[in-house]
């Protein structure tokens, strides 16, 4: 069965460091999405992207912030220099289509801990 | 605005009895609504999701739910508890706004654990 990846599982890194998490959304999947949920607190949209570009992102996903599909399977998540209050679980998902019916797939997530 | 409330932050059943997770959301039009669960050190998977074809509901695993407008509700059912249920569980509303997002709105999650 068709799944979506991230990687890593795990990583930890040093405050004003740059992160990139990585997912390989489902082939013939066209809507991609980062969540995350901070430890104790409910999951939360970050961005949406489609067509290569940004359809809509929360408050959150500031100029630290950035996505991108660098190939035709690739979909990252990058933040320039991160905070403290970046820890968090982050989840990619995708969808076949944007209709508001379609369920989303989402991969295991990656658990990023800022030190 | 869309938006989903889980009543219970924590539910813990005996193995064999019935599991139910409560869930009432707000939508200004017809939602979709879903449910998901995330067991330990995994991925969320989709349970079963309500697209306004049929009001009773039927996923994996025997978990059910009804969709019931007049109390805007929408419960996540399973007749006999498994050990291997407990897990968190998200009840989930698709944002209506149209276009080429329509992101989940996720509720605060119910974790339900199972006694043997």
């Known amino acids: 069965e068709p799944e979506v990846t991230q990687t890593p599982s795990h990583q930890v890194t040093q405050m004003g460091q740059e992160v990139i998490l990585r997912c390989v959304p489902i082939s013939n999947h066209l809507y991609f999405y980062w969540y995350r949920q901070i430890l104790g607190q409910k999951v939360e949209f970050l961005v949406s992207?489609?067509?290569?570009?940004?359809?809509?992102k929360s408050e959150i996903f500031d100029d630290q912030f950035s996505v991108e599909r660098p190939d035709g399977s690739n979909f990252t998540l990058k933040i320039r220099s991160t905070k403290l209050e970046d820890s968090a679980m982050y989840f990619c998902a995708s969808r076949r289509t944007g209709g508001h019916n379609t369920e989303a797939f989402f991969g295991q997530g990656t658990r990023l801990t800022v030190v | 605005a869309q938006s989903v409330t889980q009543l219970d932050s924590h539910v813990s059943v005996s193995e064999g009895t019935p599991v139910l997770l409560r869930c009432n959301y707000s939508s200004s039009y017809s939602p979709s609504l879903f449910w998901y669960v995330q067991h330990p050190n995994k991925g969320l998977q989709l349970l079963l999701k309500?697209?306004?074809?049929?009001?009773l509901v039927k996923g994996i695993n025997g978990f059910e739910a009804e969709f019931k407008k007049s109390e805007t509700s929408f419960h996540l059912t399973k007749p006999s508890a498994h050990m291997s249920d407990a897990a968190e569980y998200f009840c989930v509303v698709s944002d209506t706004k149209g276009g080429a997002t329509n992101k989940l709105i996720f509720g605060t999650g119910t974790l339900l654990a199972v006694q043997p």
């Open positions: 992207f489609y067509n290569n570009e940004i359809s809509e």
């Open positions: 309500y697209t306004s074809a049929a009001t």
